[in-house]
Nanobody, 124 residues
Framework: QVQLVESGGGLVMAGGSLRLSCAAS????????MGWFRQAPGLEREFVAA????????SYADSVKGRFTISRDNAKNTVFLQMNSLKPEDTAVYYC?????????????????WGQGTQVTVSS
């Protein structure tokens, strides 16, 4: 049974920072790419960032480039999303996803497993 558990969400003022974590269990974490997606109320889930199995390749949505950084610690089976210069439009539920292969992915079809999500709210 694969489990992905997100943490680190919360309420922050615009311009602030948050660091999300996703702890994985139940499969060989270091073998798969990992990603973050988000879903705002009334909108579809969208890609945020992804990282390959080794951390050597990363990919970001244009809306977060230069502000968000994805990283991973394979020894701790954890992937992170450092979010800086947050904007009200970043408000959403953020989901961690484990990929179907070693590389990065940018669509939901590339994900094999999902976490339960963590709420991020950015106030103006």
């Amino acid at each position: 049974q694969v489990q992905l558990v997100e943490s680190g969400g919360g309420l922050v003022m615009a311009g602030g920072s948050l660091r999300l974590s996703c702890a994985a269990s139940g499969r060989t974490f270091s073998t798969y790419g990992m990603g973050w997606f988000r879903q705002a109320p009334g909108l579809e889930r969208e890609f945020v960032a992804a990282i390959s199995w080794s951390g050597g390749t990363t990919s970001y949505a244009d809306s977060v480039k230069g502000r968000f950084t994805i990283s991973r610690d394979n020894a701790k089976n954890t992937v992170f999303l450092q979010m800086n210069s947050l904007k009200p439009e970043d408000t959403a539920v953020y989901y961690c996803a484990s990929g179907r292969s070693t590389g990065v992915f940018s669509t939901g079809r590339g994900a094999g497993y999902w976490g339960q999500g963590t709420q991020v709210t950015v106030s103006s």
